[in-house]
């Protein structure tokens, strides 16, 4: 029995104007990544990439060898962000554009529209200024939308892109912030039919289990579950008080051991057909947030192939063609949210990966 993998890819690391002005000229998120330092003792900071160091997505090799790791794990498909702001705006898109245009590496991939704004965020502690708003999300009506489709039409179109029951398989990633989704879901819908492409497979993210029918109700195929992040949330009374004193007079991150964490990433709800599991390997926020970051700390390997295999298990009886995991994610270096080898681990990730589907293969065969 078979698994089917998919692994959100963050195609920030190229310069592009927007960043050069917000940030400075060069700007990656590999300026995030190398200037990270420990913000408490045994603080696993900063993280260093190996195979693929310090990378450049506009080189063709290093998507190549991505999608050779990326197989060597047992990923089938990368979910690549996408960043469309209303009003034609789209940014980050130049390596997926040369994904589709080159026809290289020949992997599949499907998309997540990270429908949210961006700040710079502002964590300095003798800076008491609030986030600073740099792009704002917006959601212009039916002319938008369909411009939006035309753009991504070359890949759809692609005989990469990942399908499920047939239908292009698509993530919106904050469904319950956009008014309009409903509408959107039925156009796009309706566009897919008019340019030969059968239908969608929407699914949408439930970032605390509590909404899910709700977005299914706007015409969602699915959702997946995102509860990893909401640990803090979860916690008992004591504990948040703990950590919010922590943040807020002593300048230290939210710390959870990610053994801990792993509890609250995946309930029996994954069972459902309209359920996507969401496992995440690792997770430090600070390179980009500083002390107002989450950090789960001892993430090794063992426990990730533990969580997968859980996974695994919670999506064996669903139909072959919807048994998806989504891992969270393949390079999100600067949320210390990656699978890419590095000096700690090395293939670590890749390996655990790779190990909880063969095990699963062999015990459900």
Same mark, same amino acid.
């Given at each position: @029995?078979?698994?089917?993998?998919?692994?959100?890819? !963050?195609?920030?690391? *190229?310069?592009?104007?927007?960043?050069?002005?917000?940030?400075?000229?060069?700007?990656?998120?590999?300026?995030?990544?190398? +200037?990270?330092?420990?913000?408490?003792?045994?603080?696993?900071?900063?993280?260093?990439?190996?195979?693929?160091?310090?990378?450049?997505? &506009?080189?063709?090799?290093? %998507?190549?060898?991505?999608?050779?790791?990326?197989?060597?794990?047992? #990923?089938?498909?990368?979910? /690549?962000?996408?960043?469309?702001?209303?009003?034609?705006?789209?940014?980050?898109?130049?390596?997926?554009?040369?994904?589709?245009?080159?026809?290289?590496?020949?992997?599949?991939?499907?998309?997540?529209?990270?429908?949210?704004?961006?700040?710079?965020?502002?964590?300095?502690?003798?800076?008491?200024?609030?986030?600073?708003?740099?792009?704002?999300?917006?959601?212009?009506?039916?002319?938008?939308? %369909?411009?939006?489709?035309?753009?991504?039409?070359?890949?759809?179109?692609?005989?990469? /892109?990942?399908?499920?029951?047939?239908?292009?398989?698509?993530? #919106?990633?904050?469904?319950?912030?956009?008014? $309009?989704?409903?509408?959107? #879901?039925?156009?796009? +819908?309706?566009?897919?039919?008019?340019?030969?492409?059968?239908?969608?497979?929407?699914?949408?993210?439930?970032?605390?289990?509590?909404?899910?029918?709700?977005?299914?109700?706007?015409?969602?195929?699915?959702?997946? =579950?995102? $509860?990893?992040?909401?640990?803090?949330?979860?916690? =008992?009374?004591?504990?948040?008080?703990? &950590?919010?004193?922590? %943040?807020?007079?002593?300048?230290?991150? @939210?710390? /959870? %051991?990610?053994?801990?964490?792993?509890?609250?990433?995946?309930?029996?709800?994954?069972? +459902?057909?309209?359920?996507?599991?969401?496992?995440?390997?690792?997770?430090?926020?600070?390179?980009?947030?500083?002390?107002?970051?989450?950090? @789960?700390?001892?993430? !090794?390997?063992?426990?990730?192939?533990?969580?997968?295999?859980?996974?695994?298990?919670?999506?064996?009886?669903?139909?072959?063609?919807? &048994?998806?995991?989504?891992?969270?994610?393949?390079?999100?270096?600067?949320?210390?949210?990656?699978?890419?080898?590095?000096?700690?681990?090395? *293939?670590?990730?890749?390996?655990?990966?790779?190990?909880?589907?063969?095990?699963?293969?062999?015990?459900?065969?």
């Amino acid at each position: @029995m078979k698994a089917r993998v998919f692994a959100y890819y !963050l195609p920030q690391f *190229h310069p592009f104007p927007e960043n050069d002005e917000w940030w400075g000229k060069g700007f990656t998120e590999w300026t995030n990544v190398a +200037r990270a330092r420990k913000l408490f003792p045994g603080h696993d900071q900063p993280r260093i990439p190996t195979d693929l160091g310090f990378y450049d997505l &506009r080189v063709p090799e290093v %998507r190549e060898e991505q999608a050779r790791l990326a197989r060597e794990a047992g #990923i089938e498909a990368f979910c /690549y962000y996408e960043y469309w702001f209303g009003n034609g705006r789209h940014l980050m898109n130049r390596p997926f554009e040369e994904v589709v245009a080159s026809g290289k590496p020949d992997f599949p991939f499907c998309l997540c529209w990270a429908n949210h704004s961006w700040y710079k965020k502002l964590w300095n502690p003798n800076d008491p200024g609030k986030d600073q708003l740099l792009i704002e999300q917006q959601y212009h009506g039916e002319d938008d939308y %369909r411009a939006h489709f035309q753009a991504l039409l070359p890949a759809f179109k692609d005989k990469r /892109y990942v399908r499920v029951n047939g239908k292009l398989f698509y993530i #919106i990633y904050k469904p319950l912030a956009f008014p $309009d989704v409903a509408n959107f #879901i039925k156009l796009w +819908r309706q566009l897919a039919k008019e340019n030969g492409l059968g239908d969608f497979y929407f699914v949408g993210s439930d970032f605390n289990s509590d909404h899910r029918d709700e977005i299914l109700a706007l015409g969602f195929d699915a959702t997946h =579950n995102v $509860d990893n992040l909401n640990i803090y949330h979860r916690s =008992n009374f004591f504990v948040k008080a703990l &950590r919010t004193v922590g %943040r807020k007079y002593l300048h230290i991150p @939210m710390i /959870y %051991r990610y053994k801990d964490a792993m509890k609250y990433m995946l309930n029996d709800d994954c069972r +459902r057909r309209d359920v996507i599991p969401v496992i995440v390997p690792n997770w430090d926020h600070t390179p980009r947030s500083g002390y107002k970051g989450l950090v @789960m700390t001892n993430a !090794l390997p063992k426990y990730f192939k533990q969580l997968a295999k859980k996974a695994l298990e919670l999506i064996k009886d669903k139909p072959a063609e919807e &048994r998806i995991i989504i891992v969270k994610s393949w390079n999100e270096w600067a949320e210390g949210n990656y699978m890419e080898p590095d000096q700690r681990f090395g *293939h670590g990730y890749i390996d655990a990966l790779h190990e909880a589907l063969e095990e699963f293969e062999s015990e459900t065969k």
